[in-house]
């Protein structure tokens, strides 16, 4: 049985009132829709995913599930039943035994939730999971209560929701009008829809602190793990000074095959070690000519990168200079904005700050620059 998911990105979600659509929001160091990607596939139950987004997003979609297994995303509608209806589409040539249809904006699926919608379409054309409502509802005008609603029987649905490919095909062909969601194309269609446990856990992230509640709920499954660099380079005539991706004006600079930032480099081999992979010298070898002169900032780019590829967040870092001159404090602030912007992190996760030897050593001595620097993690248990 092949299954195929489609993954549901093209609302605007206006009541979340946020700068960009929710699904595009970071949420333990990772977009949104990131992190619904991979819990689908988690299980292996998934085959592959099939993005829906808004006209336009097609390209950064695309470079946000980079890696998983996903097709080409293609653009909704106006409504989500039209870009329901677009998915389905687009998976028709090839169609899947089973579909899945999945919200971007919900994060976190349950371990299991899958693999028992599967077992219940074995005796129905859909399946959705649901939880029993538990609050008193009450029906409202004008800011009264008009009636209270009775809670027996009633259950709030939850994504994703799982279709035999054709009954959901034919079941969008059929009925027009508008549902919110596509159990209710089926229900509409006379086909029965099973329920299946769903999880508190599985929230659409609608209002205004369901961020943070996803994310606190993450956060204590998360390991911290530390990591420590350090690095020396030669000051010698002809050559800019750079340190920690500002160039800092000096009679010398630092020599290296790179451009020998000692800062950003001992920042490099920090979060490389706190990964537990490797040092600079592993990912950019200085035997290779590509490197020659090369700007750290990339380096400093692709140990970020790393993190979020490890589902892990950036906790603090810390980078201390050692040298008499030049002075640093000066150029700290400038530091620690360019570091923080290349770590993607807000400045106040990040210290750079200076010390000397007392004129002790090679660094007393004004020959070098040496730095060191420490990083904490949160990585995914």
Same mark, same amino acid.
């Given at each position: ?29 990772? +977009?949104?829709?990131?992190? %619904?990607?991979? #819990?689908? &596939? $988690? *299980?292996?139950?998934? !085959?592959?995913?099939?993005?829906? /987004? @808004? ?55 349950? +371990?299991?939730?899958?693999? %028992?919608?599967? #077992?219940? &379409? $074995? *005796?129905?054309?859909? !399946?959705?999971?649901?939880?029993? /409502? @538990? ?247």
């Amino acid at each position: 049985m092949r299954v195929v998911a489609l993954l549901m990105a093209a609302g605007n979600g206006t009541r979340l009132g946020a700068p960009v659509p929710k699904q595009y929001l970071p949420l333990v160091g990772r +977009p949104v829709i990131r992190h %619904a990607a991979e #819990a689908l &596939l $988690r *299980d292996g139950l998934v !085959a592959g995913l099939q993005p829906v /987004v @808004a006209a336009g997003e097609e390209a950064r979609v695309a470079a946000l599930l980079d890696g998983l297994p996903v097709r080409p995303p293609v653009a909704g509608g106006a409504t989500r039943q039209e870009s329901v209806r677009a998915g389905l589409g687009a998976l028709a040539a090839d169609a899947p035994d089973v579909v899945l249809v999945h919200d971007a904006a919900r994060p976190v699926v349950t +371990p299991g939730t899958i693999a %028992a919608l599967l #077992a219940a &379409l $074995r *005796d129905h054309p859909g !399946a959705i999971p649901a939880q029993p /409502v @538990a609050d008193t509802l009450k029906a409202g005008e004008d800011g009264r209560v008009s009636r209270t609603v009775p809670r027996a029987g009633l259950y709030r649905a939850q994504t994703p929701q799982a279709f035999r490919f054709g009954a959901l095909l034919d079941a969008h062909r059929a009925v027009r009008e508008e549902v919110t969601d596509d159990a209710a194309l089926l229900e509409a269609a006379g086909l029965t829809v099973a329920l299946v446990p769903g999880s508190e856990d599985n929230v659409k992230i609608t209002y205004p602190g369901d961020l943070e509640r996803v994310e606190a709920a993450m956060l204590p499954r998360m390991l911290p793990r530390t990591g420590t660099g350090f690095d020396v380079h030669r000051l010698v005539p002809g050559r800019l000074l750079w340190l920690c991706g500002v160039q800092v004006p000096h009679e010398l600079g630092l020599d290296g095959h790179s451009d020998a930032d000692v800062g950003l480099h001992a920042l490099c081999d920090a979060i490389y070690g706190a990964l537990a992979e490797g040092d600079i010298g592993r990912h950019f070898p200085p035997s290779e000519a590509q490197w020659k002169d090369a700007d750290s900032s990339a380096f400093l780019r692709h140990a970020a990168g790393r993190v979020a590829a490890r589902g892990g967040v950036l906790c603090n870092a810390d980078v201390t200079l050692i040298c008499e001159r030049p002075k640093i404090t000066p150029h700290a602030p400038a530091m620690i904005a360019r570091v923080a912007e290349l770590l993607g992190v807000p400045a106040d996760r990040v210290s750079v700050k200076a010390t000397t030897t007392e004129r002790l050593g090679f660094t007393g001595r004004g020959e070098g620059i040496a730095a060191q620097a420490a990083v904490s993690l949160l990585l995914p248990a």
